[in-house]
């Protein structure tokens, strides 16, 4: 109920203040909220097998949200940002939709 309420009051917060996204930080906002995603799918996944941890779920939400930002200051960097933040949206976005299978096939037994 927590993390729902928290939720919640963040969409709230976010469309009364309308906050501005700096320049530097918006090519990576996008990457990091798919990052943030696979994370929050692959938690819910975990729960509904049994095998949720508080610990992993952290880790694993850092570390997707840091990898796939350094993934685009590195293509930036190179001058192929483009081309890499297109193969995290890829390998995040197939993680994503097989963590919702997962998820769809245990609710619904399907």
Do not use: C, E
Not at 5 to 13: C, E, H
Not at 40 to 58: N, P
């Amino acid at each position: 109920m927590i993390p729902a309420l928290g939720l919640v009051v963040g969409i709230v917060l976010g469309l009364v203040l309308q906050p501005d996204v700096p320049i530097w930080l918006q090519p990576y906002l996008p990457i990091a909220v798919i990052a943030a995603l696979d994370a929050v799918f692959g938690a819910v996944r975990a729960t509904l097998d049994g095998i949720f941890d508080d610990k992993v779920f952290v880790v694993s939400f850092l570390s997707n949200v840091v990898v796939a930002a350094f993934i685009v200051f590195l293509g930036d960097q190179l001058g192929v940002g483009s081309q890499l933040s297109t193969g995290v949206v890829v390998v995040l976005g197939v993680r994503i939709f097989s963590n919702v299978a997962s998820i769809r096939r245990h609710l619904f037994k399907a």
